[in-house]
């Protein structure tokens, strides 16, 4: 089994800042791909950010340069530093993660954006 566990989810005004966390545990070998998705009420859940175990990243357009996703893999953690926060940032904030070849994911951690 594997446990994904989220924190660092709020409330900010816009233009503020968060920063989300995910530490996985249990059974893992080896954490391929970590990520962030969200899904805002009424939407369908969509990538916000992903990073390989080797570092490489990619971001969805709507978040390039103000998110940030980083991971320290000797702590099984992937981190979104959340920076120049919009309304239109809220939403449940989802980590995930890719564990030979199957996808796990945390049980979301609310994001609100205040204008």
């Known amino acids: 089994q594997v446990q994904l566990v989220e924190s660092g989810g709020g409330l900010v005004q816009a233009g503020g800042s968060l920063r989300l966390s995910c530490a996985a545990s249990g059974s893992i070998f080896s954490i391929n791909l970590m990520g962030w998705y969200r899904q805002a009420p009424g939407k369908q859940r969509e990538l916000v950010a992903r990073i390989s175990r080797g570092g490489s990243t990619n971001y969805a357009d709507s978040v390039k340069g103000r998110f940030t996703i980083s991971r320290d893999n000797a702590k099984n953690t992937v981190y979104l530093q959340m920076n120049s926060l919009k309304p239109e940032d809220s939403a449940v904030y989802y980590c995930?993660?890719?564990?030979?070849?199957?996808?796990?994911w945390g049980q979301g951690t609310q994001v609100t954006v205040s204008s």
């Open positions: 995930n993660a890719l564990i030979l070849g199957s996808d796990y």
